[in-house]
C-alpha cells in the first residue's frame, strides 16, 4: 500500500478528479465511489486488477492510500494457461509425440503475458497521477 499526501485539498475533489481520469479513458472503469475511497477496474478486455484509493483529511492536507489488488489477474489468466496446456496434452497425445517444448513455450508466453499485463496497469497508474490536476471536473 503507498501513501501520498497532497497539499490544500479536500478528499470529496480528490476521489472527483480520479472518477473523472477514470472516466475518459477506455482501460480504467470506476466500481465503487464512496465518500473517502474509491475502487478503480483496470481492463485490458477483462478487468486484472482493482485499484484502491482511501482518503484521509488531516488538516489542510490530503493523506492518500493506494492499493492494487492483483487477485483478478491470476483469476482470470491461469485458466487460459491451464487451456492452453491442455490443447497442448490434447495434440502430443494424438500426433503420439511428447514434446516438452511446447509445454515450455506456452508457459514462457504466459509469463510474457503477465508481465505485459502488469506494465500496463503501472502506465495506467502513472498516467493517472500525472493527469491528477490538469484535469477540470
Known sequence: MKKYEYLALKDHEFIKMIDAIARERNTLKVKLREENQITIACQVAI?????????????????VHRKIAWWPLFAFTIPLLLVLEGIMV????AIDNHVIFSYILIALA????????????????????????????
Open 47 to 63: 478487468p486484472v486488477a482493482f485499484i484502491k484509493f482511501f482518503v484521509n483529511q488531516e488538516g489542510d492536507n490530503l493523506i
Open 90 to 93: 490434447g495434440i502430443s497425445f
Open 110 to 137: 504466459w509469463v510474457i503475458l503477465i508481465v505485459f499485463i502488469a506494465y500496463q496497469i503501472f502506465d495506467e497508474l502513472d498516467l493517472l497521477l500525472k493527469k491528477l490536476y490538469r484535469v477540470k471536473v
